[in-house]
C-alpha cells in the first residue's frame, strides 16, 4: 500500500502562487510515476500534470501548460506542483496519486492507470 498526503492548498486570488506537496509512504518512491489530478464542484476528475518515477519526464494539460510545474523530490518521498498566475477556473480540489511504473521515462495521464490516491487539498483562486 501506498498513502498520499496532500498540503498547501488554500484560497488566493488570481495571479498569485501556491505549491502543493504530496508525501508518499509505504513503498519505494522511486518505483512509483506520480500524478495530480483536480476536481471541481460537479465535474468530473481531471488530469493535470504527471511526472515519470525517474523524474526526466513530465506532461501537462493544456490548460495548465506553463503555468504549472511537476517535480519530485525522491530523499523527501515527496512529488511538488508548483502553481503560477491562478485562474478562478483552477479552483478544485487537488488530488496526487501514484502508480507503480515499469519503466523510468513513463508517465500516466488517465485515472484508471492510478493505483493509489490522496485524500486531496483545496485550492480556491477568487477573482
Do not use: H
Not at 490548460?63 to 508548483?82: E, P
Amino acid at each position: 500500500q501506498v498513502q498520499l498526503v496532500e498540503t498547501g492548498g488554500g484560497l488566493v486570488q488570481a495571479g498569485d502562487s501556491l505549491r502543493l506537496s504530496c508525501a508518499a509512504s509505504g513503498r519505494t518512491f522511486t518505483y512509483y510515476a506520480m500524478g495530480w489530478f483536480r476536481q471541481a464542484p460537479g465535474k468530473e476528475r481531471e488530469f493535470v500534470a504527471a511526472i515519470s518515477r525517474n523524474g526526466e519526464t513530465t506532461y501537462y494539460a493544456d490548460s495548465v501548460k506553463g503555468r504549472f510545474t511537476i517535480s519530485r523530490d525522491d530523499a523527501k518521498n515527496t512529488v511538488y506542483l508548483q502553481m503560477n498566475s491562478l485562474k478562478p477556473e483552477d479552483t478544485a480540489a487537488f488530488v496526487c496519486a501514484s502508480t507503480y511504473a515499469a519503466f523510468g521515462g513513463t508517465y500516466y495521464y488517465a485515472p484508471s492507470d492510478y493505483q493509489y490516491w490522496g485524500q486531496g487539498t483545496q485550492v480556491t483562486v477568487s477573482a
